[in-house]
């Protein structure tokens, strides 16, 4: 877990010469916090500042998708759609995913010209329906979406 990364997108940044040597020493990343990927390698070749030309590893990642992910390297495209997903909210991010994962397609314009919303409404419209139409009620209701009116909550009126 990266400490302090506050759920943004992080990596762990080693190198191949530290890990080849038995060192793990390295560093979570928060790549909101470092901004553009200019100032994200240079944090990078700064936490490894005693090696002449570090080639980074990048141990381990969290809260970007795991398609974006390698051990050998981030280009700036790749960073530049992590932070673009970390600027979408839970819901949202879940929404991505699930969009990749069914289109094979991770352009965000895309997304957003697709994606119509959560649906948090259905229970409710579908209590109605089950109350006038068949008698029986839904076991949960949301807020302003009660029995039909008149309806005493046992529309069939069984015991």
Known sequence: ?????????????GTYLK????????????????????????????LHADEEDPEFMYQDYENFPESWYSESGIDEDTFDKIIKFAELDEDDQEAYEAFVDSFSEDDFDTFKERYMGKLDFFLGPLSRWSD????????????????????????????
């Open 1 to 13: 877990m990266a400490d302090g990364s506050l759920g943004h997108p992080s990596v762990y940044v």
């Open 19 to 46: 890990y080849n040597d038995g060192d793990l020493f390295g560093m979570w990343v928060d790549m909101v916090a470092c901004g553009d990927y200019d100032t994200f390698m240079e944090v990078c070749h700064m």
């Open 132 to 159: 006038e139409s068949y008698g029986c009620r839904a076991t949960a209701r949301y807020p302003g979406m009660g029995s039909p009116a008149g309806s005493s909550g046992n529309p069939a009126g069984r015991q």
